[in-house]
Nanobody
């Protein structure tokens, strides 16, 4: 599975961005797709995940209400709609795929990673 993330950029606080992650190669309905982010000098952290097959989602407390993860199975693309962005959301955002049937927020459990897209939120 190859993942290609896009959609990052510079936005003012309170603004919105939509990130996309296009998958190529073979995927299965039980795969989990997730977005992680890593701010400079900090560890990579989980943002949200979605199951390819049934669209079941889960996200962090900080993401709920502001970030929405979705997928388009026909396009094999996962999205992260980010609204009401804050300066603390500034980070490089990565999409990842897990082949495990057990959902997880642990980065090392995700086998495939995209190259990341930079999101910068100015105050």
């Amino acid at each position: 599975v190859q993942l290609q993330a896009s959609g990052g950029g510079l936005v003012q606080a309170g603004g919105s961005l939509r990130l996309s992650c296009a998958a190529s190669g073979r995927t299965f309905s039980h795969y989990y797709m997730a977005w992680f982010r890593q701010a400079q000098g900090k560890e990579r952290e989980f943002v949200a995940r979605i199951r390819w097959g049934d669209g079941t989602t889960n996200g962090t407390a900080s993401a709920k209400g502001r970030f929405t993860i979705s997928r388009d199975n026909a396009k094999k693309t996962v999205y992260l709609q980010m609204d009401s962005l804050k300066p603390e959301d500034t980070a490089r955002y990565y999409c990842a795929a897990s082949t495990s049937r057990v959902p997880t927020t642990i980065p090392t459990r995700y086998l495939y990673w995209g190259q990341g897209t930079l999101v910068t939120v100015s105050s």
